[in-house]
């Protein structure tokens, strides 16, 4: 158990919709990452979050947004939903802002399916 | 760009035989820590091994061991004494400039009785 929560495990929706993933990170972590990973993109960094504020964007679509709260805990919000959006979405937290030198612990992942 | 190289789709071993995992790196930061993550079939990444790159130790946890070699940029996963549970997708994963982390392919290792 790596300490990272994420909810929900599964989620079923259909085009057009809009949902809200959540992630919890490690006691004491301040940076949240979120990745998506699909079968043809593999593992794809989306953004990143460090005490509430962005820290780095990647291939992140307009229709998906994020945010960290005070509290840490972040959400992840797609919208518009696509066929395409359907993956494995992860959330990573670390300790620290240092980039490089900082493990990532991974959640469980929430497994989104767009019908 | 950056990029990270796994060239084994797919790999098989006996069980209690050894077995390495191949992989290269391409980052543009001096100090920064590589990964080995294991994706079993329930799909959750868990961390194997880390190897800080100003050590030139290399890094051992219990069966896993890596082979850095920095200049080369090489970062190979030796398992030994492989069990059934270590049937899983093994990524590499090295720093991006963003903080990210960034994964190669992967590598589907399975692992026969």
């Known amino acids: 158990d790596s300490g990272v929560t994420q909810t929900p495990k599964h989620l079923i929706t259909a085009t057009g919709q809009r949902v809200t993933l959540r992630c919890s990170p490690r006691s004491g972590d301040l940076s949240v990452y979120w990745y998506q990973q699909s079968l043809d993109q593999g593992l794809q960094f989306l953004i990143q979050y460090y005490n509430g504020e962005e820290r780095a964007k990647g291939n992140i679509l307009e229709r998906f947004s994020a945010q960290q709260f005070p509290d840490l805990h972040s959400e992840l919000n797609l919208s518009s939903l696509e066929l395409g959006d359907s993956a494995l979405y992860f959330c990573a937290s670390s300790a620290s802002l240092d980039r490089a030198s900082d493990t990532q612990y991974f959640g469980p992942g929430t497994r989104l399916t767009v019908l | 760009a950056q990029t990270v190289t796994q060239s084994q789709p797919e790999m098989s071993v006996q069980e209690a035989e050894t077995v390495t995992l191949s992989c290269t790196y391409d980052?543009?930061?001096?100090?920064?820590?590589l990964f080995w993550y294991k994706q079993p079939p329930s799909r959750q990444m868990i961390l194997v091994i880390r190897?800080?790159?100003?050590?030139?130790q290399n890094a051992t946890e219990n069966r896993f061991s890596v082979n850095f070699q920095k200049a080369a940029k090489s970062f190979s996963l030796k398992i030994s004494d492989s069990q059934l549970g270590d049937t899983a997708m093994y990524f590499c994963a090295s720093p991006g400039s963003q903080g990210n982390l960034i994964f190669g392919k992967g590598t589907k290792l399975s692992v026969k009785p």
């Open positions: 980052t543009s930061e001096n100090n920064y820590y």
């Open positions: 190897q800080e790159a100003y050590k030139q």
